[in-house]
């Protein structure tokens, strides 16, 4: 019996055609515990979003495929559902807010609106009964004066109290597992500590479990529980933030967390050179060997396996140092 809520593992998805297949994130394998905060970091590409997509099955792309691996929920799996049999989960079980709420709201529909009719599709109250309920759920989030907001439609909303609403609409479906995929990235650092803050508060009072993605090491260091750092479609190092923040195992963790601002001593803002690969492009071996100070010959031909570095601590470098077997 297990602890985890939810369980990814070996997930690998794919698109294109079975002829001419790319494997877009491959072996991913990671856990969330009920009302842990888990934070996915790594540069644009590394494949985060995808991971998180595939989650609730809504890839960016249509010829996005899980092509094998497992995901696990309270003990269920899912990737064995069918598309009807899925829809009980997406929402439901595991809701999702994104970047840009704005292009997820009806503009021509009021925000109270909106809420009721999620509420009646996903949960009983009707009428009158979940127009109430949808004003609960703004006050829960942090809307001032929500019976007077009710009314109000998206456009009138700033950027913080939109990501508030998409909240509130996450929300509404009551799920147990909420993934929010880069929510501060576009909002002002005083609107970002605040989302930030409610996404923690609703973990306490709800015991919702969160995957933050984010490529910002700085809002996981004050927002998570735990840690996966993905590079180029694979995880290269997972453990608790504590441990992987003080002590990275990974080269590519190591140089996210010296060009955090917060630990940039010199006048110029450090940076990681080159650039992440492209998908038509994976270099052989290490895939971060391009870019690695420590790359050695080895890290060139043979691709480095996650391993226990200490407790729940791993990561995937051949010059990682290994826990006693
Ligand atoms: Fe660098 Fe080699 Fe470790 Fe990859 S395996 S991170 S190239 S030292």
């Known amino acids: 019996m297990t602890d985890q809520l939810l369980e990814i593992d070996s997930l690998t998805v794919a698109a294109g055609t079975k002829d001419n297949e790319t494997t877009i994130i491959e072996d991913i394998s990671f856990s969330l515990k009920t009302g842990e905060v888990l934070g996915v970091v790594g540069e644009s590409g590394s494949g985060k979003t995808v991971t998180c997509r595939a989650l609730i099955r ?22 064995t559902l069918d598309e009807r049999e899925f829809a009980s989960v997406r929402g439901s079980k595991i809701g999702m807010i994104f970047q840009n709420p704005a292009s997820h709201l009806d503009p021509v529909m009021s925000i109270g609106a909106q809420l009721a009719e999620s509420l009646e ?38 950027g913080g ?11 509404a479906c009551n799920p147990t597992v909420l993934i929010a995929d880069e929510p501060t990235t576009a909002l002002d650092v005083t ?3 605040q989302i930030l803050r409610l996404l923690l508060d609703l973990r306490d009072t709800r015991g919702l479990s969160i995957i933050l993605v984010t490529h910002d090491l700085g809002i996981v260091a004050q927002t998570c529980d735990s840690i996966v750092v993905m590079y180029a479609g694979r995880v290269c190092e997972r453990g608790p933030k504590r441990t992987v923040i003080s002590s990275p195992s990974h080269p590519y963790t ?9 630990n940039v001593v010199a006048s110029v803002l450090p940076n990681i050179s080159g650039q992440p690969p ?20 080895r890290c060139r031909t043979e691709i ?22």
């Open 58 to 79: 809504l890839f960016p792309t249509r010829d996005m495929r899980i092509a094998s691996g497992s995901i696990r929920l309270a003990g269920e799996e899912l990737t």
């Open 121 to 158: 599709h996903h949960q009983t109250p009707r009428g009158k009964e979940a127009r109430n309920e949808a004003r609960n759920l703004l006050r829960q989030v942090g809307i001032p004066d929500p019976d007077y907001r009710f009314k109000d439609y998206p456009h009138q909303f700033s």
């Open 161 to 171: 109290m939109r990501q508030r609403v998409m909240i509130a609409l996450a929300l």
């Open 191 to 193: 609107v970002q500590a």
């Open 254 to 262: 190591a140089k996210l967390i010296a060009c955090q601002p917060a």
């Open 278 to 297: 492209y998908q038509s492009e994976m270099p052989k071996g290490c895939r971060f060997h391009p870019r690695c100070d420590f790359a050695f010959d």
């Open 304 to 325: 480095p396996v996650l391993a226990a570095i200490s407790e729940r601590h791993v990561a995937a470098c051949h010059l990682a140092k290994r826990s006693n077997p």
